[in-house]
């Protein structure tokens, strides 16, 4: 199965980023000076050109979460290809908000499908359940080829964009995937997952998750390694050399801070919004923003209505905006980017109900009168491939290394197994 390496070469000077941004600032300043003879363009026209040389990407999509507990992943009866708003079992599901008509219809251009499986499988068939969930995401890519294209690089989303389709990418939402194990972290890789998130809502062996942070998991989930072991921060170095992103959503912290301090690579938050905002452990704080910025890494906002707001009212898109504007003015326009957690949560904000609402939310930020057309690139999927090929370059730079070689099961389980499905759902967030 070694079948796919890393597709970097030579010219991925972020050719694609700043190849656009540089063509896009060249016709933006264009489009301004006809604009100004003909009348001012509209957002939404400002916003069809943006999608035009920046098609949308989202880092954090859970569509494979559905497929296994809907659907025990048998795509037999799975029509992705049309509007699951109408088709069964889909049409009662409140966690389900995309399918390819209205993936086209936001003028997607890459996603990343989340390979998650619940914490509840920790120490017992994780691995199996991580392999399931690749393998199905990988069968939905085959069925549908004609608008799915399997990714592993930047090379590859550049390639499926020109050709019309939606880059496909694979992340693994959870370190308890790879059960401790570096040699499970490179078959993971070798199979095509580009992040593992450190940590879901458990702690792992080598990792602290954001619940260690709440009144509620004090006694079943205490610190236990003041963010990552030592096993830990090795797991961050083998990634760096391998190529994966080290996602930090879900972490807590101390381990987002102990990640940030020994990667060499940027990292990403795949799904997490501003916790000035709003006051949820799931967020980024702003100290850890400004880490963000000076390593070049990414926050891609996270759209989850209890995350949004905390007061218990359901988000709008207005919320939203507040989020991205907060994380703009502490870490800046080029480490933003979109991990809605589409398909994993059950209420999105109001007039950001599914996938096919995302340009309306690049209006809401256009309106604003803080974003040009080349920031909105950024943010629309300009960001996360910059992240991408600067962690090809870093692994590149890393590849005569050799494989880290630490002995199998030396960290053992501190928490015996406890996860804190009795608190809360896990399947969620
Ligand atoms: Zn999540």
């Not at 040389?53 to 049309?82: C, G």
Request: hydrophobic residues 40%; glycine residues 8%; aromatic residues 8%.
């Amino acid at each position: 199965m070694f079948l796919k390496k890393l597709c970097i070469e030579p010219d991925t000077e972020m050719k694609y980023n700043y190849g656009h941004t540089g063509v896009a600032l060249v016709l933006t300043l264009l489009s301004v000076s006809s604009s100004n003879a003909e009348g001012k363009k509209t957002a939404k026209e400002v916003v069809a050109e943006v999608l035009r040389r920046q098609p949308l990407i989202d880092a954090h999509n859970d569509v494979a979460m559905n497929l296994r507990e809907h659907f025990s992943n048998d795509l037999t009866n799975v029509k992705f290809d049309e509007d699951l708003r109408k088709q069964p079992i889909w049409k009662d599901l409140n966690t389900s908000h995309t399918d390819l008509p209205r993936l086209r219809s936001a003028k997607f251009g890459a996603v990343f499908f989340s390979a998650f499986v619940e914490c509840r499988t920790q120490y017992r068939d994780a691995v199996e359940q991580t392999l399931e969930q690749i393998d199905v995401v990988k069968r939905l890519i085959k069925k549908y080829d004609k608008d799915l294209s399997f990714s592993t690089c930047v090379k590859d989303a550049q390639e499926a964009m020109s050709k019309g389709k939606i880059a496909t990418f694979i992340g693994v939402e959870g370190g308890h995937s790879i059960q401790s194990n570096l040699g499970i972290l490179r078959i993971l890789y070798e199979l095509g997952a580009r992040y593992l998130t450190l940590t879901h809502n458990c702690n792992n062996p080598w990792a602290d998750s954001n619940w260690v942070e709440t009144k509620e998991a004090k006694d079943l989930l205490p610190v236990e390694h003041n963010g990552l072991s030592n096993f830990g921060l090795e797991i961050v170095d083998e990634m760096n050399r391998l190529g994966m992103m080290v996602d930090l959503s879900h972490t807590s912290v101390l381990t987002m801070k102990a990640a940030l301090a020994r990667t060499k690579a940027p990292v990403i938050f795949s799904h997490s919004g501003a916790k000035k905002i709003a006051d949820h452990q799931r967020n980024v704080p702003d100290d850890v923003l400004e880490l963000v910025k000076k390593t070049n890494s990414v926050v891609m906002m996270n759209f989850f209505s209890g995350f949004v707001r905390t007061d218990g009212q359901r988000a709008t898109i207005k919320d939203v905006v507040d989020h991205i504007e907060h994380i703009r003015s502490v870490a800046g326009p080029d480490h933003l980017g979109f991990g809605g957690d589409f398909d994993g949560v059950d209420l999105m904000p109001v007039g950001l109900e599914d996938v096919s609402k995302y340009p309306d939310l690049l209006e809401a930020l256009y309106n604003t009168g803080h974003w040009t057309a080349s920031d909105l690139e950024k943010i629309s999927g300009g960001n996360i491939l910059r992240v991408l090929g600067d962690v090809e370059k870093v692994s590149k730079e890393l590849q005569g290394k050799e494989a880290f070689q630490t002995p199998l099961k030396t960290e053992g389980a501190k928490t015996g197994g406890v996860n804190i499905t009795g608190l809360i759902t896990d399947k969620f967030f």
